[in-house]
C-alpha cells in the first residue's frame, strides 16, 4: 500500500521538529535558570513603581498640571504618602471624566486631593467633584493648591463617613444625577460604595475601584486580611454582575472600570 501511514511524518519535518523541542526545552531551562526581570513583581507580574517601565510609562505619557507637581511632591513627604493614586492612574481617571463630558463626581477617599484637583482641572466650571474624606488634616494639604489652580469652587470636600454623604445624596433625590465615581477609600466599604454609587450614577457612567489587586493579596487572600478579602469578595461580584460591563486595568494597584448599562 502506498498510502502513508497516519502517523508518519517526512523525516526532514520530524528532524526539525525534534531541533525544535531541544531548542524549547534549551529555552525553558534557561527561563529557569534567568533571574525575574526586575520591571515585574515576580508573582503578580505588576509593575513596581521603582521599575524601569514604569519610568518609562511616565517618561512617554505623563502630562502632569504643574500645580498637580506640586501636590504629588508635598503628599511624597507625608508619612503616609504611599496611599496616594499613582499619577499615571490619575491621569487616566481625569481623560475619562473628559471623554464622557462629566459635570458631576463622586470621590471616596481624598487623601491629600490629588484625584480631586486632576479631575477638578477638566470639568466644566459647572462642574462638581463631591469629596468624601473623614481626615480633614490631609485634605488641608491639598485645599491651598486647589485654590491656585483655580478650581476650590468645583471641589465640594464633605467630612463625615462617606455612607453618610452618599445617603444624603440619594435622600435628596440626586440618584442616576452623577457621571463617574471614583472608589478609594477603607476596603471593607467597597460593596457598600459600590451599590450606592449604582444607584447615583447614570446609565453610562462609570465607577472607578481602585486597589482591585491589593498588592497582589487577592491572589490569595489570608483569613485574617479583610481588605483582601472584600476587594475579593467584590472583584468576584463585579465579574457577574448584569448591571455593568467591566474592564479591570493593571494601572496602579489594579483599577476596575464598571460602566453602568
Same mark, same amino acid.
Given at each position: 500500500?502506498?498510502k502513508?501511514p497516519?502517523l508518519s511524518?517526512?523525516?526532514e519535518?520530524?528532524?526539525?521538529?525534534a531541533?525544535?523541542?531541544?531548542?524549547?526545552?534549551t529555552?525553558?531551562?534557561?527561563g529557569?535558570?534567568?533571574?525575574?526581570?526586575?520591571?515585574?513583581h515576580?508573582?503578580?507580574?505588576?509593575?513596581g513603581?521603582?521599575?524601569p517601565?514604569?519610568?518609562?510609562?511616565?517618561?512617554h505619557?505623563l502630562?502632569?498640571h504643574?500645580?498637580l *507637581?506640586? !501636590? @504629588? =511632591?508635598l503628599?511624597?513627604d507625608?508619612?503616609?504618602?504611599r496611599?496616594? #493614586?499613582?499619577?499615571?492612574?490619575a491621569? %487616566?481617571?481625569a481623560?475619562?471624566v473628559?471623554?464622557?463630558k462629566?459635570?458631576?463626581?463622586i470621590?471616596?477617599?481624598?487623601?491629600?486631593g490629588?484625584?480631586?484637583l486632576?479631575?477638578?482641572l477638566?470639568?466644566?466650571?459647572n462642574?462638581?467633584?463631591?469629596?468624601?474624606?473623614i481626615?480633614e488634616?490631609?485634605?488641608?494639604i491639598?485645599?491651598?493648591?486647589?485654590?491656585?489652580?483655580?478650581?476650590e469652587?468645583?471641589?465640594?470636600?464633605?467630612?463625615k463617613?462617606?455612607?453618610?454623604?452618599?445617603?444624603?445624596?440619594?435622600?435628596?433625590?440626586?440618584a442616576?444625577?452623577?457621571?463617574?465615581?471614583f472608589?478609594?477609600?477603607?476596603?471593607?466599604?467597597?460593596n457598600?460604595?459600590y451599590? *450606592?454609587? !449604582? @444607584? =447615583?450614577?447614570?446609565?453610562?457612567?462609570?465607577?472607578?475601584?481602585?486597589? #482591585?489587586f491589593?498588592n497582589g493579596?487577592? %491572589?490569595?487572600?489570608?483569613?485574617?486580611?479583610?481588605?483582601?478579602q472584600s476587594?475579593?469578595?467584590?472583584?468576584?461580584?463585579?465579574?457577574?454582575?448584569?448591571?455593568?460591563?467591566?474592564?479591570?486595568?493593571?494601572v496602579?494597584?489594579?483599577?476596575?472600570l464598571?460602566f453602568?448599562?
Amino acid at each position: 500500500d502506498s498510502k502513508m501511514p497516519l502517523l508518519s511524518v517526512p523525516k526532514e519535518v520530524a528532524v526539525g521538529t525534534a531541533m525544535l523541542g531541544v531548542a524549547f526545552a534549551t529555552g525553558m531551562l534557561a527561563g529557569k535558570r534567568r533571574p525575574p526581570t526586575p520591571a515585574t513583581h515576580p508573582e503578580t507580574g505588576m509593575i513596581g513603581k521603582s521599575s524601569p517601565l514604569r519610568q518609562y510609562i511616565l517618561d512617554h505619557s505623563l502630562r502632569e498640571h504643574p500645580i498637580l *507637581k506640586k !501636590l @504629588r =511632591l508635598l503628599t511624597a513627604d507625608h508619612p503616609w504618602g504611599r496611599m496616594m #493614586v499613582s499619577c499615571e492612574q490619575a491621569q %487616566l481617571m481625569a481623560n475619562l471624566v473628559k471623554l464622557i463630558k462629566a459635570k458631576k463626581v463622586i470621590e471616596i477617599g481624598v487623601f491629600t486631593g490629588y484625584n480631586a484637583l486632576n479631575m477638578a482641572l477638566v470639568l466644566p466650571d459647572n462642574g462638581r467633584v463631591i469629596a468624601c474624606d473623614i481626615n480633614e488634616d490631609s485634605a488641608k494639604i491639598g485645599k491651598p493648591l486647589w485654590k491656585e489652580a483655580g478650581v476650590e469652587h468645583k471641589i465640594d470636600l464633605r467630612i463625615k463617613p462617606a455612607i453618610q454623604t452618599l445617603d444624603e445624596l440619594l435622600a435628596n433625590g440626586e440618584a442616576e444625577t452623577f457621571d463617574f465615581a471614583f472608589i478609594d477609600a477603607d476596603k471593607e466599604s467597597y460593596n457598600e460604595y459600590y451599590e *450606592k454609587c !449604582l @444607584r =447615583l450614577i447614570k446609565k453610562g457612567g462609570i465607577i472607578a475601584i481602585d486597589n #482591585v489587586f491589593w498588592n497582589g493579596k487577592v %491572589l490569595k487572600p489570608r483569613k485574617d486580611d479583610l481588605a483582601a478579602q472584600s476587594i475579593h469578595r467584590l472583584n468576584e461580584k463585579l465579574h457577574r454582575d448584569a448591571r455593568i460591563n467591566i474592564s479591570m486595568l493593571p494601572v496602579g494597584d489594579g483599577v476596575t472600570l464598571a460602566f453602568k448599562l
